[in-house]
C-alpha cells in the first residue's frame, strides 16, 4: 500500500525537468558571467567565442540580449529555470500540484518557449550568429515545454474532447521524437540561413 503513490510518480517527466532546467540554468550563469567580461571590458575575449558564426558575445552586445526593462535575458534565465528543477524536485518527492499549479506552470514554459522560437528567429534572421550557451537554452525548454504540454492535455489539466486527449496521451509517449524533431527544424534553418556545415570546412 506504502509504494502505491510512488509508483504513480511521474519520474521521467521529474527527471527531464530537473536535468532540463539544471542545463538552462548552467547555461545562463555562464552567459552572465560573459556578460560582466564584457561590461567590464568590451574587447575582451569570451570564451564562448569560437567563430565569426559561433559565439555569443555578438548577440550579448545586441539589443535582443535585453529585451525586458534593459535587464540582459541571462538574468531573467538565473530566476526562471529554478522553477523546473524545484517542481521536478517536488515530483520526485511525491509532491502534488493542484490544477491551476499545472496549468500556471504550462503557461510559463510556454512563455519560454515563445521567448526562444524569437530568439532563434533573431539569431538566423537579423544577428547571423549561433551563441552556444543559447543554444544549450534551447536544447533545455523544447523538451520541457512538450512534455509539460502534452501531459496537461492527456490528463484532463488542460480540458480537450475525449478523443484529443487520447491522441495526446500517444503523444506524449513520443516526446522524444517530438523533441527531436524540433531541433531538426532549428538545424535546416540554421543551415539554410547561415550555411554551418560550409563554415566548418
Known sequence: MTDAPAAR?????AVLLIVGGLAGWIAAFALT??????????????????SILIQC???LGQWQGEVFFGVPNPLWGLGGFVAPIAVGVALLAGARFARWFWIAFNVGLAGALAFVIWLIGQSLFAI????PWCMVVWVATIPMFWAVTLRNLSNGTIPVPEGARRFFAGAYEWVPLITLGSYLVIAILAQWRLDVLGSLF
Open 57 to 59: 558575445g555578438k548577440n
Open 128 to 131: 547571423f550568429t549561433l551563441c
Open 9 to 13: 510518480r511521474p519520474i521521467a517527466l
Open 33 to 50: 558571467l560573459e556578460k560582466i567580461a564584457i561590461l567590464e571590458n568590451p574587447d575582451a575575449p569570451l570564451a564562448c567565442d569560437l
